[in-house]
């Protein structure tokens, strides 16, 4: 009974107005609510987890993998040179306020990120993940079932950047809908009240609560088969997993490595599904403040930090130690051995940079839990045991995720620890997205060691723009060397994925290349909650 009564009173909090067939909703617990649903203006995994259900983009990812498919266009082609790519949109896809998906709409969802004067770019809109599109120089409607994109590089894997959700297609008639304002942009909030094409349409966001939608029945593959999906945020792993073992759940994300064990060795009756991630956590520190702008010191850090201690401690010893920015599950990953714990070495370079006694600094660490940061709190702590053996005091700053990325985004920690999961299946969405200085700039950084070597963005750039995947891998090698060399950053750690679900759910899958997909779930006919 007490099962029953937490999924009903679910139901009346999202707006319900009956005890319909609970099979038709399905309930997922997330670790943070999202920040805003434009695809095209978020950074954080816990938005594009809702954005990925309630937009298309042109190409897709295969389920449970980062092999693309045909979505909304049907086929694709490039030019020899890889400067020209054009893509052949499907018939009849409609947006769900009914407006048709043609050229015009993959026009408008580009260029209001490429023009800063374009009417649907609100003046707090950032972008940042348009960066990795700065080889775009024109799209334009061939016609109304065909989009061309002219780049000012050869870029062989355009069609995997196009399947990101930062250019998921969106309807301009919504934008269009409420008029301008008097500076001649768009009133629509977009970020509050989106509007794709995808399986799912929203419904509602009560912040911090929860957030609604419903089944697109017109869905171009078919009407999916939970008629509601309900987003739930519940900050801490261990109160979500509790709420799934009471029934009141359906599914959650991140996990406590700690729970990942009880529940093998208890033979619980929850599906815990495993795949291999491609993410990194690592330690940044900021290359543009002293004492960070020097390389012995940062290499002192490297020395110090005892990976398979932190591994233990935090991570259950769940996870590997990471040596590259480019996770060993990722094509281009370098071999590479790491440095060996050396406390004697780190003091010694610490002299020669000139802190024979050390010195202090901030360190900034999240409140959020991630897939690669399972308990932010424990890996904050072992880095700071390690520092302190070297003479290095890091003051610990723990900070609400929001503030934190801003205000890493815009340099102001000395140290912090992050992580990043994939986006696309290729070195570049770790090795330039995470280092090169193009990513530098401040306020939406995702170089938050700001990093500057001109060595480094030579080889990612010029591997952006090689055509030749064998070309392409010994760039990236040569690029790898160098960060290990420079030690921007100290990678820390690469876990696996972890989901766990209610033993009747079907047809979920782990997408490696981030954001969660429920266009196939459904359930079987015995309810786990009876």
């Not at 805003?36 to 995994?45: C, H, Q, R, Y």
């Not at 952006?464 to 760039?475: C, D, S, V």
């Not at 790898?480 to 033993?503: G, N």
């Amino acid at each position: 009974m007490r099962i029953l009564t937490l999924v009903f009173a679910l139901l009346v909090a999202c707006g319900s107005d009956s005890t319909a067939d609970r099979h038709s909703v399905f309930v997922w617990g997330k670790s943070e609510d999202a920040k805003k649903l434009d695809p095209a203006d978020v950074t954080d995994g816990e938005s594009v987890m809702v954005i990925t259900n309630i937009f298309d983009n042109l190409v897709t990812f295969k389920t449970g993998s980062t092999e693309l498919i045909p979505w909304l266009a049907t086929k694709w082609e490039s030019s020899e040179d890889a400067k020209t790519w054009t893509f052949h949109l499907r018939e009849g896809v409609k947006f769900h306020d009914g407006s048709p998906v043609n050229a015009d709409a993959v026009v408008f969802s580009f260029e209001r990120q490429m023009d800063e004067n374009h009417p649907a770019r609100r003046s707090d809109s950032v972008f940042s993940y348009f960066e990795l599109f700065n080889m775009l120089t024109k799209v334009e409607a061939v016609d109304a079932k065909t989009v061309r994109f002219t780049l000012s590089q050869s870029t062989a894997f355009f069609d995997s950047l196009v399947a990101m959700f930062c250019v998921a297609i969106i309807s301009p008639t919504a934008y269009a809908s409420e008029g301008k304002d008097a500076d001649g942009r768009y009133k629509y909030d977009f970020s509050r009240h989106p509007v794709g094409s995808g399986p799912f349409k929203f419904v509602e966001w009560k912040k911090a609560e929860y957030i609604k939608l419903t089944a697109n029945a017109d869905h171009f593959a078919g009407k999916p088969k939970i008629e509601t999906l309900i987003f739930k945020p519940i900050k801490e792993a261990q109160p979500r997993l509790k709420e799934l073992e009471s029934g009141s759940l359906d599914g959650m994300d991140n996990p406590h490595p700690v729970d990942i064990k009880r529940l093998a060795e208890e033979g619980t009756p929850l599906k815990v599904l495993r795949s291999p991630g491609i993410n990194i956590c690592y330690l940044a520190m900021n290359t543009q403040k002293k004492p960070f702008d020097n390389k012995k010191v940062r290499q002192a850090v490297a020395f110090a930090i005892n990976k398979k201690r932190l591994i233990q401690a935090a991570y259950a010893g769940i996870g590997d130690p990471a040596v590259s920015m480019c996770p060993v599950s990722l094509k281009g990953h370098l071999a590479m051995e790491d440095r060996q714990l050396d406390i004697a070495k780190a003091k010694a370079l610490l002299k020669e940079a000139g802190y024979p006694n050390g010195f202090e600094v901030e360190f900034w660490y999240p409140v959020i839990q991630r897939a690669y940061l399972p308990d932010s709190s424990a890996t904050a702590i072992q880095i700071h045991q390690d520092l302190k053996a070297i003479g290095i005091t890091a003051r610990l700053k723990k900070v609400e995720w929001t503030p934190f990325l801003a205000g890493t985004k815009s340099g102001a920690h000395d140290l912090c620890i992050l992580g990043w999961m994939a986006d696309f299946g290729d070195p570049d969405n770790f090795l330039f997205t995470l280092l090169d200085k193009s990513q530098a700039i401040p306020s939406k950084a995702q170089n938050v060691s700001f990093y500057m070597s001109d060595a480094f963005s030579k080889l990612v750039t010029q591997a952006r723009y090689t055509i030749g995947w064998e070309k392409r891998k010994a760039l990236y090698a040569a690029a790898q060397r160098i960060a290990f060399e420079d030690v921007p950053v100290v990678p820390l750690v690469t876990v696996p994925d972890f989901r766990i679900l209610a033993p009747n759910v079907t047809g979920y899958s782990i997408y490696p290349a981030g954001g969660e997909y429920f266009r196939d779930v459904g359930f079987r006919e015995v309810s786990f909650r009876k």
